[in-house]
């Protein structure tokens, strides 16, 4: 073969072999790359999805978890004794709050404010430290938006502050401290409001967590507010640009204006501009019963507006760069077009190329996995915090509160840094002026408190002759003498204003005005300001001594009036008593003769069943044996066996004699039940099982609960606690029990008599019966009913003997007043109702577990 022509063929053949595998070649290449960037765009967006997704329920499970706290913290014993006021119960909360801030090392206060705003316990953190504050440096934080946004919520509701930084002094604090306040409402036993809880949540724990779900990510995580400002960016200086004048224009909707449109108007999304791809969503970290506001700019101004749940949100943004999405693209292509360069040199290398790209999408699935795994291993931290006060100022007659509010607002009105009122004593010839009330300054230091100035002879100047003491400049004064100028400047005083007060009952004070960081000139209208001010006083004084007086002599007259109720009072519940004793003692003697009466017949049939049982037995098991010896029975034999049935008979006997056997066992349980509810044999305490009384009370009261052709029934729900035996009269408590549920049953008749059918089916009469250990020491019981309810002016009476809303015949009004005697003076506890009308009632009773630990609210009967 020609050379040339050898060429040619080998030519042709390459070309035939080379041209179709370096298309098919191409044609793989070109689908593997194609699979390649979409695998990898799925993969992204999933990864972005589920990041963002990760970050939702942190920032959801932390305002949880701080919410719960919250809420176990204000349930706390050391805050209920706090409110009533036992001693001790102010160190144990502190020490408590202490406690839990060293170990979350989450907050950086844990506050107990009152109503007016007084903090009552702070636990501050700081330097990695948490410590108490003492008292001395409490503040007043009436004028925080937080705590007034707060006070307003209702019982249950939860206070979310925006997430802001700190500010402190009017300037936002240096290093930034990111904030979130949660607060919460405390009330007391009563129901009434008497402060707030308050938490401030370190906002940079709740960023941290944020960020930890962007480890080895290749995007950027960024939080938003509402208003399209960074809480969490890319660069630290674009942050918080609400808090900064100079930051105002730093928002994201600045930088990257065509997603923000997007992602503004969206709740939720995932979309890629020429600015890359963006994965969002909104977050709302409040639930139903929380509460927040739009929080205020300076640091002593109301919050601007209340703000639902809904506007409460946060948009977190995932940000992919354009160069980030087409990196990992682009250097596969070029990967690809060099093993392609090579398969065009080198055909027989492109299976080897093939499996090397199959290995590539293997290590792609790989990647995935892990990139999975590792957002799976975030870790939540729980956090605690609660703080409560509350007092109440009451205005009345009282000197010493009039002379407290005096000198109080003369401080404020005047601004000065004290004011004092001093009682002047005369006798024989000499003076004395002893210190009744003062105000300071808050910020008055402590080497300026301790004053004696009522040693000074100008006071008794003041008081005796001149009646003005008039001071602009101690050091300076011409009418003030050495002695008195050195002792008043080695007090630290500087000025000095000092004037008398006569009152028509020949009582003598001075208001002392004393001002020691500065020098003040006392203008003519503070000084006439102070004297009508003594005027008035004077007035005050006089009738507060007039209304001691007048208050003194109605106290005789009403202590002579309350003795003569109190024998009519006591003469009618002696009546009732006398009344409700007989007939109880009759129907104990009757329950318990018919218990007895009942008790040996019964006992005489259940102790015989068993041989009837036996000997029924024997004779079936002798038919049987006949039967099987005497296959061929006689005519007659037959007939008798077929008219009696002797089958059935050999069957049912038995089962008959079972179910005789159980109703007798049932009659022994009925009358074991009516011996112990008459208790007549128990005449001293003994611990009892009050969940027997209640029981056997239920079972004598059967007939009245069960349903009937004309009765719908009465559903009975019991809750018992774990509750020890109770030091009581054990029959004296059932007639209670008897009286309470009695009277349930008779509201639910009445009730349904009201209703038709249909809504009775719909809502089915229910007596609820719930027992709890309550302090160790004592046990409530409720029982509460689904019925009408009670009005107010019933309820006011409930208690009252001969007292009933039943028509005549059907009740003597005494049920409740004894059973409020039993409780209060037999078992020294406590029985009241709590009921509206439409909303059913419920009675608790309460009685300590042993008559040695009395309640505090021994004899009392409660109207709820």
């Known amino acids: 073969m020609p050379p040339q022509l050898h060429s040619r063929v080998l030519i042709k053949h390459f070309l035939t072999i080379f041209l179709p595998l370096s298309t098919l070649v191409g044609g793989v290449l070109g689908t593997i790359y194609y699979q390649e960037v979409q695998t990898q765009k799925v993969v992204l967006k999933t990864n972005e999805l589920r990041k963002v997704d990760l970050q939702t329920k942190i920032i959801s499970t932390d305002f949880h978890s701080v919410v719960s706290d919250l809420i176990v913290i204000s349930r706390q014993n050391e805050l209920e004794g706090i409110l ?21 090392k989450l907050y950086d206060q844990i506050r107990f404010l009152d109503e007016s705003g007084k ?32 006070l307003q919520l209702n019982q ?74 960074w809480l969490k960016a890319p660069k630290p200086k674009d942050e918080w640009g609400f808090m900064f004048p100079e930051r105002q224009n730093r928002t994201f909707g600045k930088a990257f204006p065509q997603a923000w449109q997007q992602i503004s108007q969206t709740e939720s999304g995932q979309f890629q501009t020429s600015e890359g791809m963006f994965t969002f969503t909104t977050v709302y970290p409040l639930v139903e019963g929380q509460k927040s506001s739009t929080g205020a700019g300076k640091a002593f101004a109301p919050s601007n507006n209340q703000i639902d749940i809904k506007s409460y949100y946060w948009k977190i943004v995932s940000r992919v760069s354009p160069q980030t999405l087409t990196t990992k693209s682009n250097q596969f292509l070029n990967k690809l077009l060099l093993l392609y360069a090579g398969l065009v040199g080198l055909i027989g290398i492109g299976s080897w190329l093939l499996a090397r790209a199959r290995v590539n999408r293997q290590m792609s699935q790989i990647e995935l996995r892990q990139s999975e795994a590792q957002l799976r291993e975030l870790v939540e931290r729980e956090k605690i915090l609660k703080t409560r006060l509350s007092s109440q100022i009451r205005n009345s007659l009282d000197v010493n509160t009039i002379l407290s509010t005096v000198v109080g607002e003369v401080r404020e009105l005047l601004e000065i840094d004290r004011c004092q009122f001093f009682w002047c004593h005369t006798q024989d010839e000499s003076t004395t002026f002893q210190l009744s009330q003062e105000a300071c300054a808050p910020d008055l230091p402590e080497s300026l408190k ?84 003594a005027d008035q006083l004077a007035i005050a004084i006089d009738q507060a001594q007039l209304y001691n007086q007048s208050r003194d002599a109605t106290a005789a007259a009403t202590a002579q009036a309350e003795q003569l109720n109190q024998a009519l009072h006591n003469l009618k519940q002696t009546q009732a008593q006398l009344i409700q004793t007989e007939k109880m003692s009759s129907l104990g003697q009757l329950v318990a003769g018919v218990a007895h009466e009942i008790n040996n017949p019964v006992n005489f049939i259940y102790g015989n069943l068993t041989h009837v049982n036996e000997y029924t037995l024997g004779l079936l098991e002798l038919v049987k044996l006949y039967q099987k010896s005497n296959t061929n029975p006689t005519n007659e034999v037959q007939a008798q066996i077929e008219a009696i049935e002797l089958d059935f008979i050999v069957e049912d006997l038995p089962k008959i004699l079972a179910s005789m056997k159980i109703g007798a066992n049932r009659i022994r349980e009925i009358v074991l039940s009516l011996r112990n509810f008459s208790r007549l044999d128990e005449a001293d305490m003994k611990p009892v099982n009050i969940h027997e009384g209640i029981d056997n009370t239920l079972l004598i009261l059967q007939n009245r609960l069960k349903q009937t052709s004309g009765n719908p029934g009465i559903q009975i729900v019991k809750e018992y606690g774990d509750i020890p035996l109770v030091e009581c009269y054990a029959g004296q408590l059932n007639q209670v029990f008897m009286n309470l549920i009695t009277n349930a049953i008779d509201a639910l008749d009445s009730y349904n008599n009201q209703r038709t059918p249909e809504d009775i089916e719909a809502n089915p009469s229910q007596i609820l019966i719930r027992t709890n250990l309550r302090n160790s020491d004592r046990i409530t019981i409720q029982i509460a009913d689904n019925g009408s309810g009670i009005t107010p002016a019933v309820k006011q009476r409930l208690f009252n003997p001969f007292f009933t809303t039943k028509p005549a015949g059907k009740g003597t009004g005494l049920g409740l007043a ?9 078992h020294n506890g406590a029985i009241w109702c709590v009921s509206e009308p439409g909303q059913g009632a419920e009675f608790w009773v309460e009685i300590p577990i042993w008559q040695s630990c009395k309640l505090p609210t021994t004899n009392a009967v409660i109207i709820s």
């Not at 102010?90 to 979350?104: D, G, H, N, P, T």
């Not at 009017?170 to 919460?184: A, D, Y």
């Open 84 to 104: 009533e006021k036992v001693k001790g119960e102010q160190q144990k909360l502190a020490q408590e709050f202490l406690l839990i801030s060293r170990y979350k």
């Open 119 to 150: 903090e009552v316990v702070r636990v501050n953190f700081n330097r990695g430290e948490p410590q108490i504050v003492p008292e001395e440096k409490l503040q007043v934080q009436a004028k925080r938006y937080w705590f007034n946004d707060t």
């Open 156 to 229: 249950g509701q939860v206070f979310v502050s925006p997430l802001d930084l700190n500010i402190e002094r009017g300037q936002v604090e240096q290093p930034l401290k990111p904030m979130i306040r949660f607060g919460t409402p405390v009330f007391d036993r009563r129901g009434q409001k008497r402060g707030i809880v308050v938490l401030n949540y370190f906002g940079a724990k709740l960023l941290d967590n944020f960020n930890q779900a962007l480890v080895n990510a290749s995007s950027q995580g960024m939080l938003l507010n509402a208003d399209g400002y």
């Open 450 to 533: 301790d004053c004696h100035i009522q040693k000074l002879e100008v006071l008794n100047q003041t008081v005796l002759r001149n009646n003005l003491l008039r001071l602009d400049d101690i050091a300076t004064d011409s009418g003030l003498d050495g002695k008195n100028a050195d002792l008043l400047m080695t007090l630290g005083l500087k000025s000095l204003l000092a004037v008398s007060v006569y009152t028509q009952s020949s009582c003598l004070g001075v208001i002392v005005c004393e001002h020691t960081r500065a020098l003040r000139s006392w203008t003519d209208y503070e000084v006439e300001l102070i004297r009508g001010l």
């Open 818 to 826: 004894i059973s409020a005697q039993i409780v209060t003076e037999k």
